[in-house]
Structure formats: structure tokens, C-alpha cells
């Protein structure tokens, strides 16, 4: 009796047991079934390319730049240290290697726990295996929700019969957000301790297995506290896995939690890596850089690229001073001058303008005849003396200037927000943002490759790329191509040219007689003074006598203009070119005339240490050597006895032409030795006068040799071996050669359209 009641017992216990089995597999089928369909394809996640950064270097392999939709830097699984794939397991999946993609127990409790505390609007509690995590990342989302974790559930099945248990983990570790923008265990480890996978100590791998719970939260800085205990939390389950000895974890709980400031870029170059963003975009596409993992070796000179960022903004502040005080760029009411903790927020709350790195924003407190008292936002002191304002006289109307100031009350005021840079302990400068601009483009003219390049006074300020970007007129730059065409068409340095008043027929509408910027004649002129001497009527003279269309196609040629107008106003500089551009052209001259093509790239690498681009120069020959000699000799006379004679001192010789357009409106210099060419410009970023007399000569030139000065400071001083047989031509036989003296032009502007626009050009000027 008791054994037949012991068997229904058992009976009845295997039946309930048998019926909840069969419940529970039920449940599963239809939960199976009914989630299991229209799941997102995973198959792609076997050849799976994550987003990556792609990197930028200098020439000499320094980091410039990482650009990315996503701050990843993905690395093959077998790369990946065994001690932070240690760190994850025991963090996030201790049994990642044994179960089949979910952790049935911890799953079900989880199951249980949200559904009796009704949290479905709370982040689950855990169980979710790497298996997991990576289905719920790559395929169904994050949203909260119980149909997300059956999906999430059911893909990690199939992925786990899909993919090798390695390539899923490798895939986790590479996609994890890890907090700070950035994505990945590599990334992380730059960002977070400056560091490759492989230098990682115990204690900084716990840290970062820590971060996919709460990246947000254990990143930040002003308390480290949570983010400690966490950290010791892995480092204690990586001792119940023995993982690490207990004297090996003792050791890494000692250690603080720190984080180093990830390496700084090391020269500032927005500009070039700008150039170098177009650049790549243009011959492999604007997607490949954010998300290709492209590692792109630039052609930028670190010690190039800081001098020509030093001598644009020393040129364009030196511009700017001579112009005047604008004034200060904010006051704080009078109000809140008279408590030190009022005038302190308020100065905190007046933003810094862009573009005044390296200077201090402060508010005036008093001031009497001889200095000014200011006031920073951290309640420090100082003292600006007039002596460091004499530049500062009022900017008025119509760029001219007030007096200079003689008391401190001429410059500022009680409650002025200026800017100001530090002199010594307590004392200070004023300061001012300049608003001109200007460029600066350096480049190797037998390769063509960009050493330095800057396009504005400030890339936080203005994002315009005058290198690139802005089209302007060249002025008498041009002009030594005017000359080449001559040169070109038989005449010599020593022909002889007409430096007279002319009138040109502009049929109806009268004559038209073009002026010398000095408004006086030289009489007759060799090519060689025409050109050292910037003038405009001789050039007008030459392009009658070789044809604009000879000239057009040099300019062509040379990569100044593509569709230059036929029009005279174009020798005397009114076309419209680029920096670049006009670099470019010169470093024809200064290589022995083959044509080279800018490029910022030396090479480009794909995310797997592949080639995939590096530029080719096919170095077409534009100009004889004989020629280019002839007219390098000429441009050296502009820089030792002509428009460009303040560079004669230098110590070393350069060839170069001043420029300079209408109403002053644009300043340029091209110079260059035998190994360097370096364009500069400068203007306002809507064209505008720079002022009276502010030509080439004196707004640009200045620039280019507080540049290529120091450039030759530490290195071999350049020479030019120009052939004395060939440039040195005897003068008693050109005097008797051929001479360009016609004194009247008559061809009416129907018959010769070179003659359109003169009308509009009467000063074209060079200085």
C-alpha cells in the first residue's frame, strides 16, 4: 500500500515536472515561432568592415589628425591581449566559450525579476551574454523592451551557429561604445591612457572592461570614485576566474585611477588638414576618410607648417595695427563694476571671441593717465601701461586714423572687455583680432609636394581656405608669364620697350591710356627694368606685340586660369586665381620649367596596411630651361633692385614678383630659391581696399620673408646656378635688335576684343 502510494507520488511529481517541461518547451516554440520571424539578416556580420578612423601624418610620421563618424580603430582578434579579453570575460560573460549564446539560468532570472517589479521602462538587469550584446548592438537596437530581448535572444542562437565563438568576440570588442565618442577597446585605451591594446597594466584593462555598464557615467572626471569601485568589482571576479594571482590584484586596486590626456596633435594645421580632407575626397571620396580607416601620410613639414602659421598671423597683426583700434568687443554694465564677484561672472560669461588663442579676455577696472588696471575672470590683477597701446590710435571711416593716444582714457575705459597677452609677471598688451586675411602655400617645386599651408588667420574663426578657396585677382604676379610669352617669341631681357604715355582706340567710346602705378616713364626700357620695375604700360606694349592669345594659352598651360578672357586688362593681373594656383605656376620657374601638380598626399593605406593611392607626377616640360634661366635672372632683379628690394638683404638670394590690384585691393608675393616656392596673399575677406599705398611690396613681402628667413636659418642657404652664357645678353647688340616703341594702338574694340574692360582697369598697380 505505501509502495503503491509512493509510485503515484513519483507519478504525479514526473507528470507536473514532465507537463511544466512540456509547458516551457511550448512557450519556447511559439515565443520561437512567433519572434523568431523577419529578424534582421546577420550573414554580412561574417565580412563585417566596422566604421573606422582614419589618421593623418606629417611627413616625418608625427600624428596630425583622426577624422571619424565613429572614434574606432578596429584590431584583429589574434592582435587583442589575452589579459583584456580576460577583463571582458570576467566583466561581462565568464562562460562565453561554453554556452550557446544565452545564459538560460541568468536569463531566466532576469526574465522574472523585471516581469514581478513591472521595470519594463528600466534597463534590464544582466544576463546578457558578448553573444548577446553583439546581436543587440549590430542588429536589434537598444530599446527597452521584452520583444527586443527575445529578438536579442534568438540572434544570439544563430550567431553562435554562424560565426566562430573568436570572430563574435572580436566583433564585441571592437563595436562596445567605451564612452567619450569613442567605440572599441583600442580606441578607448588612446583616449583614456595613451596607450596601444598591448600596454595596458591589470588595473587599466579592469577599467575599461568596467565602461560598456556605464560609459557615461564612469568617465567622468570630477569623480572617479564609482568608476573605482567598479574597477576593482572586475578585478575581483578576474581573481574568482583566476585570471590573476591575489597578489597581482592587490597591486592593481593600489593603483589610482587616472587618465591621461591623450596626445595632442603637434603642429596646429586646420588649414592643411583641410587641403588634405579635399584632397582625399576628391581622388578616393568623402566616406572613405570618416569610416575607412584610411592612415594617410600627408606631406606636411612639421617645422614649415609652425613658421608659416607664426609669419601669417605676425604679418596680418603688424597689417592690422597700422589700421587702428577698433575698440573693445564687449563692456560690462556699470552696474556690477563695483563687486568684485559681480564683474568676475559677468567677465566668465562674455564669450572669448574666435580666434584670440593665446590671449586672455579681461575687463577694465580703472584707469588713469599712464596705465589701466584689469581684471581676469579668476579674480587675478594685472596692469596694461600705454606703452604697450602706442600702436593704438582710433580706426575712423574710410581707413583712416585718429591721433595717436597720449593717455591711457584714449585707448579704453572703465568696464571694457579687450584682449590682452602677457608681457611679465603683472604687466600686459593689448591686443586685437585682425579682420584681413591672408595665405601662405609652401611647396618642394620639382615634386610639387605642399610643405606648409595656411588659408586665414584663424580656422576656429573662419573656415574659408584662402590657399584653396578664394579666387582673386593676381595683379602684376602675373605679369612674369606676360614676359615668358616675350622671351618666348625670340626678345631677350634687354629689349628694348616704350615706357610712354599710349592711347588705345576703344572705337565710340574715345581712347583709353593706361598709367604706371608711379604715374612717370622711364622712356625706353629693357624687358629686365620693365619687370623689376613693375610697369604696367611696357607690359600693355609687350602683350600687343606677342598676342593675347599666346599669352592665354600660357596661362593655360601653367594652371593659373582655364579660361582666361582675351582681354588686355588680363597682363596687368585682373584674372582671377588662387594661391595654390599661382604657386604652383612659379614652381615651373623655380624646377627648370616641367609642370609639377600640387598634392598634399605622399600615400594612402587602407585599414589593412594596403597602398591604395599615392599620386603620380608626369612632369610635362612647359618652357625651355635656357628660358626659365633667362627669366629667373629678371625676378631676382625684382628682389634686389626693384619692387621687392627689402628682400635684398636677406644673406641668400630669391626670385620673386610683388602684386598688387585695383584700389589696393589684394597684396601679393611669389618668390622662390632653386628648392622651396612660397606664395603669399592678403585681402579682406570680401574685397575691400587695404588702404593707400598698402601694395604687395609692403603688406606681403613682409610675410614672406619673416617666413623664408627663418626657414634658411638653420639650413644650407639656397643657390641659384644660373648660366651667365645664358642669361647675361650684350647690350650694344640688343640696342641695335628689336625695339616695341609704337606710341598709338588703333585697333577699335570691334576688331580686337583684347581690348574689352580696359576702361574698367585704369589701376592696375604694383608696388
Not at 593681373?573 to 598634399?600: D, H, I, R, W
Not at 652664357?725 to 585697333?747: L, T
Request: with cysteine; net charge neutral; charged share 25%.
Amino acid at each position: 500500500m505505501l509502495q503503491s502510494s509512493w509510485l503515484k507520488t513519483v507519478i504525479k511529481i514526473v507528470s507536473a515536472i514532465s507537463l511544466c517541461i512540456a509547458i516551457i518547451i511550448s512557450i519556447g516554440l511559439f515565443v520561437f515561432i512567433r519572434y523568431g520571424q523577419d529578424l534582421p539578416r546577420y550573414d554580412h556580420l561574417i565580412d563585417y568592415e566596422p566604421p573606422m578612423m582614419s589618421r593623418l601624418y606629417t611627413s616625418d610620421a608625427q600624428l596630425l589628425q583622426e577624422y571619424a563618424t565613429e572614434r574606432r580603430l578596429f584590431v584583429p582578434f589574434h592582435q587583442i591581449p589575452d589579459l583584456v579579453k580576460k577583463a571582458f570575460m570576467a566583466a561581462e560573460d565568464r562562460n562565453f566559450y561554453y554556452h550557446f549564446g544565452i545564459d538560460i539560468v541568468g536569463t531566466f532570472r532576469a526574465f522574472l525579476t523585471n516581469t514581478l517589479s513591472n521595470s519594463w521602462g528600466n534597463r534590464p538587469i544582466g544576463a546578457s551574454t558578448i553573444t548577446q550584446q553583439v546581436a543587440k548592438n549590430f542588429l536589434v537596437g537598444n530599446e527597452r523592451s521584452f520583444e527586443r530581448k527575445i529578438k536579442e535572444a534568438i540572434l544570439a542562437m544563430r550567431l553562435e551557429y554562424t560565426l566562430p565563438k573568436d570572430r563574435i568576440f572580436e566583433l564585441y570588442l571592437n563595436q562596445i561604445y567605451m564612452g567619450a565618442g569613442t567605440y572599441g577597446v583600442a580606441a578607448a585605451a588612446l583616449v583614456y591612457f595613451d596607450k596601444e591594446l598591448d600596454e595596458l597594466t591589470i588595473d587599466e584593462a579592469a577599467f575599461l572592461a568596467a565602461l560598456p555598464k556605464a560609459p557615461t557615467t564612469l568617465t567622468k572626471t570630477e569623480d572617479v570614485s564609482r568608476a573605482k569601485a567598479r574597477r576593482d568589482w572586475v578585478i575581483d571576479r578576474m581573481i574568482q576566474e583566476d585570471m590573476i594571482s591575489l597578489d597581482e590584484a592587490e597591486e592593481a586596486k593600489s593603483q589610482p585611477l587616472s587618465f591621461k590626456k591623450y596626445r595632442e596633435k603637434p603642429v596646429k594645421a586646420d588649414y592643411f588638414t583641410d587641403a588634405v580632407r579635399r584632397d582625399i575626397g576628391q581622388k578616393i571620396g568623402d566616406l572613405s576618410i570618416k569610416q575607412g580607416g584610411l592612415t594617410v601620410r600627408t606631406t606636411m613639414d612639421v617645422e614649415l607648417q609652425e613658421q608659416a602659421e607664426k609669419s601669417i598671423k605676425k604679418g596680418l597683426i603688424a597689417y592690422d595695427r597700422k589700421h587702428g583700434w577698433r575698440g573693445a568687443f564687449s563692456k560690462l554694465e556699470s552696474g556690477v563694476m563695483q563687486d568684485k564677484k559681480l564683474w568676475q561672472d559677468a567677465l566668465r560669461k562674455t564669450q572669448k571671441p574666435a580666434g584670440s588663442t593665446g590671449w586672455e579676455h579681461v575687463v577694465v577696472l580703472n584707469v588713469d593717465a599712464s596705465q589701466a588696471k584689469i581684471g581676469f575672470s579668476n579674480g587675478a590683477i594685472g596692469y596694461l601701461p600705454l606703452s604697450e597701446c602706442g600702436w593704438a590710435a582710433p580706426c575712423l571711416t574710410g581707413q583712416r586714423l585718429g591721433k595717436s593716444p597720449t593717455r591711457m582714457s584714449d585707448v579704453v575705459g572703465v568696464g571694457d572687455v579687450i584682449l590682452v597677452s602677457q608681457v611679465d609677471s603683472d604687466r600686459f598688451r593689448l591686443e586685437q583680432i585682425p579682420n584681413v586675411t591672408g595665405a601662405l602655400v609652401a611647396m618642394d617645386p620639382k615634386t610639387g609636394r605642399i610643405l606648409a599651408l595656411v588659408g586665414g588667420y584663424d580656422f576656429e574663426m573662419n573656415q574659408y581656405n584662402c590657399a584653396l578657396q578664394a579666387l582673386r585677382q593676381s595683379g602684376s604676379c602675373f605679369k612674369p608669364f606676360v614676359y615668358l610669352v616675350g622671351l618666348e617669341s625670340g626678345l631677350t631681357p634687354e629689349t628694348k620697350i616704350l615706357d610712354a604715355p599710349i592711347r588705345i582706340s576703344l572705337g565710340r567710346n574715345g581712347y583709353y591710356s593706361p598709367q604706371n602705378y608711379s604715374r612717370n616713364y622711364l622712356g625706353l626700357c629693357s624687358m629686365r627694368t620693365g619687370l623689376e620695375q613693375s610697369r604696367n604700360v611696357m607690359t600693355i606694349r609687350l602683350a600687343q606685340r606677342v598676342g593675347m592669345k599666346k599669352i592665354i594659352d600660357c596661362a593655360q598651360q601653367f594652371g593659373i586660369a582655364d579660361h582666361m578672357p582675351k582681354q588686355l586688362a588680363m597682363v596687368l593681373g585682373a584674372g582671377e586665381t588662387t594661391v595654390l594656383k599661382l604657386t604652383a605656376a612659379y614652381a615651373v620657374l623655380a624646377n627648370g620649367g616641367y609642370k609639377v601638380t600640387p598634392t598634399t598626399v605622399d600615400w594612402v593605406q587602407d585599414r589593412y596596411g594596403e597602398t591604395i593611392y599615392r599620386p603620380t607626377q608626369d612632369k610635362p616640360v612647359l618652357v625651355s630651361p635656357l628660358l626659365v634661366a633667362q627669366l629667373t635672372d629678371m625676378l631676382i632683379g625684382v628682389t634686389q633692385r626693384g619692387t621687392a628690394k627689402s628682400l635684398a638683404t636677406l644673406g641668400f638670394i630669391v626670385a620673386g614678383k610683388t602684386g598688387s590690384t585695383n584700389n589696393y585691393n589684394d597684396a601679393w608675393f611669389i618668390g622662390y630659391t632653386p628648392d622651396l616656392v612660397v606664395g603669399v596673399f592678403v585681402g579682406f575677406p570680401r574685397p575691400r581696399t587695404l588702404g593707400q599705398h598698402e601694395t604687395g611690396g609692403r603688406v606681403a613681402t613682409p610675410i614672406f620673408r619673416d617666413f623664408i628667413e627663418s626657414v634658411y636659418k638653420e639650413r644650407e642657404k639656397p643657390q641659384f646656378y644660373l648660366n651667365q652664357q645664358i642669361v647675361e645678353i650684350d647690350s650694344d647688340i640688343v640696342n641695335d635688335d628689336i625695339v616695341i616703341a609704337e606710341e598709338v594702338f588703333e585697333q577699335s574694340q570691334e576688331e580686337d576684343d583684347s581690348l574689352d574692360g580696359l576702361q574698367e582697369i585704369t589701376d592696375i598697380i604694383d608696388g
